[in-house]
Nanobody, 120 residues
Framework: VQLQASGGGLVQAGGSLRLSCAAS????????MGWFRQAAGKEREFVSG????????YYADSVKGRFTISRDNAKNTVYLQMNSLKPEDTAVYYC??????????????WGQGTQVTVSS
C-alpha cells in the first residue's frame, strides 16, 4: 500500500486543521492506521491510531479531546481532525499502515510527512 498525507499548513493557536491520508491498493480496509508526528529535535511520537474497522481508536494524552481520527474505507482514506491546536502540536505528521489490522502493532507502510505549524 502507498500512502499520501496532505492537509498540513500554518494555523494560529486555537485553530483547526484536518489531515488526510489517501491509500492506494484494494486492501486498505484491512489495515490498522496510525498518525505519528515528529517535531524538530524530538523523537517521533505516536499520536493516534484506528483499527481496520474503525471500531477502536487510540489517542496520546497530549491530543486527547482535541484530535479525532476517522477512516472511510470506501475512499481508502484516514483522517485526523485537529482542533484547539497549540504551538506544541507543531511537527511533521506522518500516516502509517499496519498489516495487523490494529493500531498497536508494527507499522510496515509509511507515507511522506505533512508539515503542521501552529503559531502563538
Amino acid at each position: 500500500v502507498q500512502l499520501q498525507a496532505s492537509g498540513g499548513g500554518l494555523v494560529q493557536a486555537g485553530g483547526s486543521l484536518r489531515l488526510s491520508c489517501a491509500a492506494s491498493g484494494r486492501t486498505f480496509s484491512s489495515y490498522g492506521m496510525g498518525w505519528f508526528r515528529q517535531a524538530a529535535g524530538k523523537e517521533r511520537e505516536f499520536v493516534s491510531g484506528i483499527t481496520w474497522s474503525g471500531g477502536i481508536t487510540y489517542y496520546a494524552d497530549s491530543v486527547k479531546g482535541r484530535f479525532t481520527i476517522s477512516r472511510d474505507n470506501a475512499k481508502n482514506t484516514v483522517y485526523l481532525q485537529m482542533n484547539s491546536l497549540k504551538p506544541e502540536d507543531t511537527a511533521v505528521y506522518y500516516c502509517a499502515a499496519s498489516e495487523s489490522g490494529t493500531y498497536y502493532h508494527e507499522y510496515e507502510h509509511w507515507g511522506q510527512g505533512t508539515q503542521v505549524t501552529v503559531s502563538s
